[in-house]
């Protein structure tokens, strides 16, 4: 089975920015939807952002959609995250569905990272 591997999280003040990697096992997910998610403290997981295998499509929480980025290429996946604020803070999970449909409930997901943590403050 292939894995997910995230790294680039760290503590950065309000406003900086953070690049995430999420690296996959060569050839695994090449073909499934993957997206990012993360989980604040004494909250339920949610959707970030998503990216079809082809990279033509993606989608965004609206809290993130004028500040994050997200791309992939074939053995990586990335999430520019730029003017952070305190609200990001989380730990950070990448994920790959068990096909190419594009989904944003975490049940969906087959294949999940470790996470990595993000801390943004004030």
């Known amino acids: 089975q292939g894995q997910l591997v995230e790294s680039g999280g760290g503590m950065v003040q309000a406003g900086g920015s953070l690049r995430l990697s999420c690296a996959a096992s060569e050839g695994s997910f090449t073909r499934n939807y993957m997206a990012w998610f993360r989980q604040a403290p004494g909250k339920e997981r949610e959707f970030v952002a998503g990216?079809?295998?082809?990279?033509?499509t993606t989608s965004f929480l609206d809290a993130v959609k004028d500040r994050f980025a997200i791309s992939r290429d074939e053995n990586t996946m990335y999430l520019q995250m730029n003017n952070l604020n305190p609200e990001d803070t989380g730990v950070y999970y990448c994920?790959?569905?068990?096909?190419?449909?594009?989904?944003?409930?975490?049940?969906?997901?087959?294949?999940w990272g470790q996470g990595t943590q993000v801390t943004v403050s004030s």
């Open positions: 990216i079809t295998w082809s990279a033509s």
């Open positions: 994920a790959a569905a068990s096909g190419k449909l594009p989904y944003s409930d975490p049940r969906f997901f087959v294949f």
